[in-house]
T-cell receptor
Framework: NAGVMQNPRHLVRRRGQEARLRCSPMKGHSHVYWYRQLPEEGLKFMVYLQKENIIDESGMPKERFSAEFPKEGPSILRIQQVVRGDSAAYFC?????????????FGQGTRLTVV | AQTVTQSQPEMSVQEAETVTLSCTYDTSESNYYLFWYKQPPSRQMILVIRQEAYKQQNATENRFSVNFQKAAKSFSLKISDSQLGDTAMYFCAFMKREGAQKLVFGQGTRLTINP
């Protein structure tokens, strides 16, 4: 059973470009969470999705950021018109449905560098 | 809103020693979960141990144990017989029992085990 897969592992974008980060949850998991980790800081919650639904996006900036988890395919975190401050590691985690307090399994993250 | 505070940015001990990492949190919730995650240089987030707030018994996992003081809102991690492979960033995290299962992380403690 493959773990949470994120790609790419590293992504370099110039200011103003778009960044697309992909996350394939563990098999059988229908809940996906995105977190952002700035250098030397802890992870900060961004958004929580279930298939075709955004459940909680309270941690996501209102502008330039969007997320989706379609019926088929991976979850996508999209950052438009990137700025230097978007440089961070972005982690995806998944968990099964209806299991409060269940361990969230993390991917290895995508390190985004904006130049 | 919940907050998690780790007051020790860095710690260093000799191999085979015991080390305790501190964590305090603030919440008005009565039912919740607490976690310790390990992040080695590979960046992979690895669950070390989990505590359910309604259980008074402290959780243990092999060399890892916690001291959970609910009234004091304290959740420290003790690592016994430390090993070189324990070198990593350690994050304390909080999750409400109900609602969106998002994690609130502390700032982390960088632990170095010296040979």
């Amino acid at each position: 059973n493959a773990g949470v897969m994120q790609n790419p592992r590293h992504l370099v974008r110039r200011r103003g470009q778009e960044a697309r980060l992909r996350c394939s949850p563990m098999k059988g998991h229908s809940h996906v969470y995105w977190y952002r980790q700035l250098p030397e800081e802890g992870l900060k919650f961004m958004v929580y999705l279930q298939k075709e639904n955004i459940i909680d996006e309270s941690g996501m900036p209102k502008e330039r950021f969007s997320a989706e988890f379609p019926k088929e395919g991976p979850s996508i975190l999209r950052i438009q018109q990137v700025v230097r401050g978007d440089s961070a590691a972005y982690f995806c985690a998944s968990s099964p449905q209806g299991a409060p307090g269940t361990e969230a399994f993390f991917g290895q993250g995508t390190r985004l560098t904006v130049v | 809103a919940q907050t998690v505070t780790q007051s020790q940015p860095e710690m260093s001990v000799q191999e085979a020693e015991t080390v305790t990492l501190s964590c305090t949190y603030d919440t008005s919730e009565s039912n919740y979960y607490l976690f310790w995650y390990k992040q080695p240089p590979s960046r992979q987030m690895i669950l070390v141990i989990r505590q359910e707030a309604y259980k008074q018994q402290n959780a243990t996992e092999n060399r890892f144990s916690v001291n959970f003081q609910k009234a004091a809102k304290s959740f420290s991690l003790k690592i016994s017989d430390s090993q070189l492979g324990d070198t990593a960033m350690y994050f304390c995290a909080f999750m409400k029992r109900e609602g969106a299962q998002k994690l609130v992380f502390g700032q982390g403690t960088r632990l170095t085990i010296n040979p």
